[in-house]
Every structure is written in structure tokens, then in C-alpha cells.
């Protein structure tokens, strides 16, 4: 069974409308959080790291006020992209990787579309 | 810093020929290396992983990929191709943070 569950699967917005993206560890605890963004076409790119109870920590050219990113509990982060512009729709992954594991556990994805 | 190099976008194989998807990877640590793949709006299956040990790994659906340090590289390979091999397969590299940095991935078509 899946190990990491996102939710929406798909969703189709407004642009200037904010759409929410949950990120659930359905197995383990997860300190850590990660999420990517995959346009068509294109490979994954690392956006953000997600820290349990602290910070996220963004890679370089993303936006830290665009793509708010809260990780409240130890199962849960969420994503949130504001004030949506078609240029934001894109594939969007989270990823947790267990403590003492070498693997990483992906979710089934985001497809955001903004309209 | 990490980063995958994935040698041509594109690769088209016949039906039970060899598939080789190729690899280079760059890390400044001992690297974990993966092999995933990707269909159409899903998200990432593991096809197979190296950490430590064993450079010839095997991975799920006849596919395996060996570990050569010397050269930087990770090719991923199947003996005889499916056509349900058809798929985006993605190369990655972690280290100890559990960030993945991938290569920019090879579309894979399996001619009948």
C-alpha cells in the first residue's frame, strides 16, 4: 500500500486563487518532508525542504512567500501556492524519507492547472 | 553539491533488444544512486537503488544497473525490452540530507 499519499491528485484553479496540496507519511514519522515540482516534459526539480515544527528550507529561485509550506505535525505537510498564475500549473511530488532509510518514498503527485 | 547526468532524452529500442539508459553522477560523498520510473501523470516507482556493497544491483522487471566509481556512472540495463518498458525513467542521486537530485530524465519507446 502507498506509503506517502498526497492530495488533491488533480485540481484546476483560478489564477489568483490559492490552492492547498497536502503531503501525508502514512507509515512513518516524518521529520522531514520533501517537495518537487516537474513541468512537462521536464525533470524534478527540489523546491523546498519541509522541517517539522520550524522553517522550510527553499532551494535557490523559489519563492518562500509564493509556495507557503507548513509541516504542523509529524505526518502531515502541506503545500500551498498563492495567487496562482498559469505559469505555476505543474506536477507537483513530495517525498519523505525515514529515518535510517536510504530510500525515499514519493507520492503520487499534484496536477495543478491554473486557469 | 550532487547532481545526475542523463545521457540522451530520448532512447528507442526494438522489442527483446537490450535496453541501456545511461547515468554519470557527480556528488562530493559517497552517493546513494536510484533508478525510477515515471508513467504518464503518475508519480515515481523504484526500479532499483545502490547504497553500499554490491555494485551490480538488480532492480524489479529484469532491470539492473551497476556501480562504477571510476567512471561516475550508474547505466541502467534489460536484457530483452518489453513494451511495457515504455516510460520516463529518471536517474537520482542522495546523500545524507534525503534531498534527490535527478537527471533531467530519458524517454524510453519500445518498437514492436
Known amino acids: 500500500g502507498a506509503v506517502v499519499s498526497q492530495h488533491p491528485s488533480r485540481v484546476i484553479c483560478k489564477s489568483g486563487t490559492s490552492v492547498k496540496i497536502e503531503c501525508r507519511s502514512l507509515d512513518f514519522q516524518a521529520t522531514t518532508m520533501f517537495w518537487y515540482r516537474q513541468f512537462p516534459k521536464q525533470s524534478l526539480m527540489l523546491m523546498a525542504t519541509?522541517?517539522?515544527?520550524?522553517?522550510?528550507?527553499?532551494e535557490q529561485g523559489v519563492e518562500k512567500d509564493k509556495f507557503l509550506i507548513n509541516h504542523a505535525s509529524l505526518t502531515l505537510s502541506t503545500l500551498t501556492v498563492t495567487s496562482a498564475h498559469p505559469e505555476d500549473s505543474s506536477f507537483y511530488i513530495c517525498s519523505v524519507r525515514p529515518s535510517g532509510n536510504t530510500e525515499a518514498f514519493f507520492g503520487q503527485g499534484t496536477r495543478l492547472t491554473v486557469v | 553539491a550532487q547532481s545526475v547526468t542523463q545521457l540522451g532524452s530520448h532512447v528507442s529500442v526494438s522489442e527483446g533488444a537490450l535496453v541501456l539508459l545511461r547515468c554519470n553522477y557527480s556528488s562530493s560523498v559517497p552517493p546513494y544512486l536510484f533508478w525510477y520510473v515515471q508513467y504518464p501523470n503518475q508519480g515515481l516507482q523504484l526500479l532499483l537503488k545502490?547504497?553500499?556493497?554490491?555494485?551490480l544491483v538488480k532492480g524489479i522487471n529484469g532491470f539492473e544497473a551497476e556501480f562504477k566509481k571510476s567512471e561516475t556512472s550508474f547505466h541502467l540495463t534489460k536484457p530483452s525490452a518489453h513494451m511495457s518498458d515504455a516510460a520516463e525513467y529518471f536517474c537520482?542521486?542522495?546523500?545524507?540530507?534525503?534531498?534527490?537530485?535527478f537527471g533531467t530524465g530519458t524517454s524510453l519507446t519500445v518498437i514492436p
Open positions: 537520482a542521486v542522495s546523500g545524507y540530507t534525503g534531498q534527490f537530485y
Open positions: 519541509s522541517n517539522e515544527g520550524s522553517k522550510a528550507t527553499y
Open positions: 545502490y547504497t553500499t556493497g554490491a555494485t
